[in-house]
């Protein structure tokens, strides 16, 4: 399932042995423990995992990271793997993905991630971070009120979607400015270099 190839090891760099360490752990218990569907095993590798890298890019240079809604880990504990030097916070209310993601964080040896488990709502006023990730947790209008109150003032949200992201993006306006947006805008990722795109909503405060 994990694919030694030279894009994937381009892709991910010293985190590579870590990121495949990880999907084997999901592809052994992912599914059992309600983290992922059984279609997803097979396509665990590259839709996932080395998908998780796609926001990288767009990480600031120094700082700490929110992953919201991490759920199996993902894109937090791929993050957390090819950036160990940035504070990584993996928020996820779930007490069963929580007990899950302290496992991986144990396994992979992660001393740079600190797990919450709460709603990242309740994080507010009491979290501020230089960037917050979120894939599938919510459309856009709804993530940005979850998100953008942890993101401090010059930092970023940068949200992974599917295809609907400029339209997402374009009914989210109204809500992304009153919550301090100063810009935004929608990237296509070709992580692979195979005409596959991934889309970060990329929203800077
Ligand atoms: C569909 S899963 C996606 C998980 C992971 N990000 C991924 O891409 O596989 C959405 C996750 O968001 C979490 N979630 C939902 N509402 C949330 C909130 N208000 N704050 C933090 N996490 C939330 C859920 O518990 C769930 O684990």
Do not use: C, Y
């Amino acid at each position: 399932m994990v694919v030694d190839d030279a894009p994937s090891r381009a892709v991910l760099g010293l985190a590579w042995s870590g990121a495949a360490r990880f999907a084997e752990m999901l592809a052994d218990e992912g599914e059992l423990r309600g983290l992922i569907g059984p279609r997803e095993v097979p396509r665990l590798w590259s839709r996932h995992v080395v998908n998780s890298a796609a926001v990288a890019r767009f990480l600031p240079a120094t700082g700490s990271l929110a992953d919201v809604g991490s759920g199996a880990g993902l894109p937090g504990v791929v993050l957390a793997l090819m950036r160990p030097d940035l504070d990584v916070h993996l928020i996820e209310p779930m007490e069963r993905r929580i007990a899950w993601l302290a496992e991986v964080v144990e396994e992979l040896d992660l001393d740079n991630v600190t797990l919450h488990q709460v709603r990242a709502e309740e994080l507010h006023g009491r979290l501020r971070v230089s960037a917050v990730t979120a894939r599938a947790v919510a459309a856009l209008g709804k993530l940005a009120r979850l998100t953008l109150p942890l993101v401090e003032r010059g930092g970023v949200l940068l949200a992974q979607k599917g295809r609907r992201a400029q339209e997402e993006l374009a009914e989210a306006a109204p809500v992304l400015r009153k919550l301090g947006a100063k810009s935004f805008s929608v990237h296509d990722v070709d992580l692979l270099g195979d005409g596959e795109s991934t889309k970060v909503v990329e929203v800077r405060k």
